[in-house]
């Protein structure tokens, strides 16, 4: 499950992308530096872990993870094959959702694509294309199954007239994501992977004086996304660089506080990354390690069970699962089971975020 940056040329994707992976992607002020996608293997921040550390005292501590992609700066006619238009709509449909970066500081010394800094028109721009697009790929998806509607059949018809229908919405300028579907139309409009439809997440690339005070522009971003039903996070992609510059805990929380903030805007931008990828965590708490389990939301017990080993899937006999509020209450897995808050489940149980879990197999 991967999340790809997208954006203009020049709008800060690379320098955010370094902050969030440490990968050391090249920045350069000048378009396509990016290129080739780079991919980073992120850390999710979870304080939980810290909690669960201090409680277990384990040899190792692992965090979950997520995927994220820097992908090379979309410029106008990209639906087209313009600049690297081809390479960057093939590798915006690999990822499963996307991260906007909308330049919303002035810099004379950065130049704009553009030409000025406007958020609202560059989000156009790349939606634009982006529509262009998927219109190409509904429009041969509806051709081909116009001709399945003859046989009469009510599931041919059916997919005919959704197709129609959110071909004719998206070329009215809509994302795909905005499209009310339901359990008939869902599956339709899915197995066509459209670009538009994927989940998305706004982020302002603000300057130092805006952290605080904020600007206009975030602002005119927010109401667009609202519109949208997307999220917005505002954060300086070099001021993120200079905080992963220092070399320890103590200079990084000590620049944090000048600034007025209590976590870098990295790390939030993660969690929410993972929630747009509609993940989330469960642990396994041992005196040999601490860690943390990447799963999709709504996963059963043996399904969870396999991310750790396949054969833990295949011989699943059951799970013995303990809250993490009820693991911090008590202090350990001895005294929550004295306490009865230890329970066991089969294979339907739907695993919760932060279940502790202990998984019994045979093969």
């Given at each position: ?329 008590y202090g350990s897995e001895a005294k929550v089971k004295e306490a009865g808050k230890l329970s066991v489940e089969g294979k339907e149980y739907v695993v919760q975020d932060g279940d502790i879990i ?6």
């Open positions: 499950m991967k999340c790809g940056i997208v954006g203009l040329p020049n709008v800060g994707k690379s320098t955010l992308f370094n902050c969030l992976s440490n990968a050391k992607a090249q920045s350069a002020n000048y378009p396509f530096c990016t290129i080739e996608p780079n991919l980073g293997t992120v850390s999710v921040p979870d304080p939980r872990l810290n909690v669960l550390e201090s409680l277990v005292k384990p040899e190792r501590v692992l965090p979950a993870v997520v995927e994220i992609v820097d992908i090379a700066g979309l410029v106008k006619g990209a639906s087209k094959g313009e600049g690297l238009g081809n390479q960057f709509l093939a590798n915006i449909r690999e990822c499963e959702a996307i991260i906007h970066v909308l330049r919303c500081f002035e810099n004379g010394n950065i130049v704009h694509v553009e030409g000025s800094v406007d958020p609202i028109r560059d989000k156009e721009i790349i939606d634009i294309e982006l529509q262009l697009k998927d219109i190409e790929t509904l429009t041969k998806a509806a051709e081909k199954a116009k001709k399945f509607i003859k046989s009469g059949k009510k599931e041919d018809i059916q997919k005919y007239e959704t197709l129609k229908s959110i071909l004719e919405f998206v070329e009215s300028g809509r994302n795909a994501r905005e499209f009310e579907t339901d359990d008939l139309t869902k599956p339709i409009i899915d197995e066509i992977h459209l670009l538009t439809k994927k989940p998305i997440l706004y982020v302002c690339n603000i300057d130092e004086n805006s952290i605080k005070a904020g600007n206009p522009w975030i602002e005119k971003v927010e109401e667009m996304a609202k519109k949208e039903g997307a999220e917005v996070i505002a954060l300086a992609a070099q001021i993120e660089a200079d905080i992963n510059e220092l070399e320890t805990y103590e200079e990084r929380q000590l620049f944090l506080d000048e600034l007025g903030l209590e976590e870098p805007g990295v790390n939030r931008l993660i969690r929410k990354a993972y929630e747009l990828l509609k993940l989330q965590t469960y642990f396994t708490a041992g005196v040999k390690e601490v860690r943390a389990w990447t799963i999709e939301k709504g996963w059963t017990a043996p399904q969870a069970a396999g991310v750790i080993h396949t054969d833990f899937e295949k011989g699943f006999i059951r799970a013995e699962v303990i809250k993490y509020d009820d693991f911090v209450n202990h998984f019994r197999f045979n093969v």
